[in-house]
């Protein structure tokens, strides 16, 4: 029982031991990342520990140091790809995991493409439950390489074209312009030169227009190989040179640019100064594939001026070394072809057969080390096809049953939009029934008024007619009573003949044809004259503008309705005011009316004269509205609007 309490509480010990070990590592590798140093003695410890409670801001330096050290230093890039893993599994961001799910990815692409993949797939679908565009955009574009890697390129024409889009709705405009670079690429490589050169062009226009030095003079840089001219073509690649100087980091991209100069330069001597440009430039920017492929194009240029030493120095003290320690069995396999190529120009032909077997073994395990990655990765890519199958063939279930749920609803749908159809047909047939009796109405009122406005003129012009024998007989008649007073005589005719005239405008305004031949003002302002002296209240006219430009049938209307407001007036009103004014107010005559009069109850219908109808049918007929307000012994109100 001791012994098994002993095992216990060793177990015990050992894995507190472990977990304090583990903090430990963490924690000091998150100081040197923050100090940018491997030094673990670093005397600014405390610095550095305040820097590493900002998670993203340590996340932002490992992404750095994993990306510049994933080719040259494979091991050291996972050691920090998994720092960065350790940092998002602890944190409770999923915005911080999906960041380190795209770190550790980095770190695995060189060699490790599946697991890579699945950490691309991994950061992808965190970053869309959390919403980060520049995440997203980032692992959409990184698994569209492994595509490319794995010759899917329709797939990885459609994730670039994902980027594209993330990136300009997060406005990263670096990884727009990098999306813009490898479609190019991509194109370039399905013989579709003038979209490559589209692509390119995007990625020039958008570095340019955020002054990104990096992607402009790659995409400078590749629009070059479309110079027919070296002249033209060689311009390109130095302005692209000039730009990537610009800013420190592209040591890389410039190294790989002189390597370019130098292969189509056709002088031995400038092509070795370009060789030995991207040398220094490579070994400055720890950048050792193209330092590789520099040495060996330098061993090349050598060869042709027949500097055989200098050349075999290149692979055998340079080249080959560091693909050794790279571990590219690729690149060592070129690089022993080559330098078999160098002992057939020396005239060692045994040795050159030697290199030659040499390289044939590299090119071997190279390819089978490719194709083991190949099927370590198409298996990944394959699982993922298989997932999705899956998930297609549980939709098409679902939306067997969703297409029987929509059916139901499609009838249910159907029978209410009948049943609605039906009501609504019903609706406009009594709605139209309702407009034909209120057109019938009016038409009615329109044929009452155009009898009323007949016999008016019949009685206008009959009284008229007798003015003038009326007067003449009434003239005679005082003549012949000899009332011998001669200011009396003098004072009936003069009322006499007031009288007539009056007649007379009566009778005139009584004729449509008079009145057509009159405005709406003179009309107005000769009825108000005409009836203040009968009036025992006081008739105030208002009219603003002083012209209305109405039309004969209009200017009929609106005067009756005057008309009849007034007789109404004197008729009922024996004292206080009479308002009126006339106003036109946006496209519409407005006409308000008030008095003080005695006023009725309009809930009481037999007080609803044939005055009022006609107001009201006359409004109708112009399109317009009257609206009467009126209380007993509160006067009336009445507010008419007619279009003009």
């Not at 970053?127 to 390129?153: E, G, P, R, T, V």
């Not at 109850?601 to 007929?621: P, Y």
Request: with cysteine; glycine share 4%; charged share 20%.
């Amino acid at each position: 029982m001791n012994c098994f309490q002993n095992s216990v509480s060793l177990q015990i010990k050992l894995f507190l031991m472990r977990r304090f070990l583990f903090s430990l590592t963490i924690l000091i590798f998150g100081m040197m990342v923050c100090n940018c140093s491997y030094n673990s003695s670093d005397k600014n410890s405390a610095k550095n520990q305040t820097r590493l409670l900002s998670s993203d801001d340590t996340l932002n330096r490992l992404d750095s140091i994993v990306n510049a050290c994933r080719v040259s230093d494979i091991a050291r890039a996972r050691k920090f790809g998994q720092l960065a893993l350790s940092i998002g599994l602890q944190s409770n961001s999923e915005e911080i995991l999906a960041r380190s799910f795209l770190i550790m990815g980095i770190a695995l692409s060189y060699q490790n493409s599946d697991s890579s993949f699945m950490y691309y797939s991994k950061a992808l679908k965190l970053s869309q439950n959390c919403h980060s565009d520049w995440i997203q955009s980032k692992a959409l574009y990184n698994l569209a390489m492994i595509y490319m890697f794995a010759f899917d390129q329709k797939t990885a024409l459609m994730l670039l074209d994902s980027a594209i889009c993330i990136s300009r709705k997060a406005k990263d405009f670096s990884m727009l312009s990098n999306a813009f670079n490898v479609l190019g690429n991509l194109k370039m490589d399905l013989q579709d030169t003038a979209g490559s050169k589209v692509m390119y062009d995007s990625a020039i226009h958008i570095a340019k227009a955020h002054n990104i030095s990096n992607q402009l003079g790659i995409a400078l840089a590749s629009l070059s190989r479309f110079e027919r001219k070296y002249e033209e073509s060689e311009k390109m690649r130095k302005k692209a040179i000039e730009v990537l100087r610009s800013q420190s980091g592209n040591e890389e991209e410039i190294a790989a640019i002189y390597n370019n100069i130098g292969m189509r330069n056709p002088n031995p001597d400038t092509a070795i100064n370009c060789f030995e440009s991207a040398i220094k430039i490579a070994n400055n920017g720890n950048c050792p594939e193209v330092l590789i492929a520099s040495y060996n194009n330098l061993a090349y240029s050598l060869l042709d001026k027949k500097e055989i030493e200098k050349a075999e120095d290149c692979l055998v003290n340079h080249a080959i070394p560091i693909a050794e320690r790279l571990d590219n069995l690729d690149l060592l396999s070129n690089l022993h072809d080559s330098y078999c190529d160098i002992m057939i120009a020396a005239g060692n032909k045994d040795e050159a057969l030697a290199h030659e077997r040499i390289a044939l073994q590299l090119r071997y395990k190279a390819d089978q080390r490719k194709a083991s990655g190949q099927i370590r990765l198409l298996a990944a890519l394959l699982d993922v096809k298989n997932k999705e199958l899956r998930i297609q063939n549980n939709e098409h279930d679902l939306q067997i049953k969703e297409s029987k749920i929509r059916f139901i609803a499609f009838l249910l749908f159907s029978t209410l939009m009948i049943l609605l159809l039906t009501i609504i047909l019903y609706q406009w047939k009594v709605q139209r029934n309702k407009l034909n009796s209120q057109k019938s109405l009016l038409e009615s009122a329109k044929k009452l008024i155009d009898m009323e406005e007949n016999v008016k003129g019949r009685v206008a012009m009959e009284l008229h007619d007798l003015t003038t024998p009326f007067y003449t007989v009434m003239s005679q008649q005082i003549e012949k009573a000899q009332i011998g007073d001669g200011k009396i005589e003098s004072d009936l005719k003069i009322g006499l003949s007031n009288m007539t005239e009056n007649i007379r405008q009566i009778s005139h305004r009584m004729d449509n044809n008079f009145i057509g031949q009159l405005s709406v003002t003179e009309l107005v302002r000769g009825l108000c004259n005409d009836l203040r002296p009968v009036s025992s209240a006081s008739i105030t006219c208002t009219l603003h503008p002083e012209d209305f430009d109405l039309g004969n049938e209009k200017t009929i209307h609106i005067y009756r309705i005057v008309q009849e407001l007034l007789t109404n007036a004197v008729k009922y009103v024996f004292s206080g005011e009479i308002s009126l004014s006339l106003s036109k107010e946006s496209g519409m005559l407005v006409i308000l009316y008030q008095d003080s009069g005695p006023g009725f109850d309009m809930n009481c219908q037999g007080k609803i004269g044939l005055g009022i109808n006609n107001i009201l049918e006359r409004a109708k007929i112009l399109n317009g509205k009257a609206l009467l307000s009126s209380n007993l012994g509160k006067g009336t109100k009445w507010n008419i609007v007619i279009p003009v």
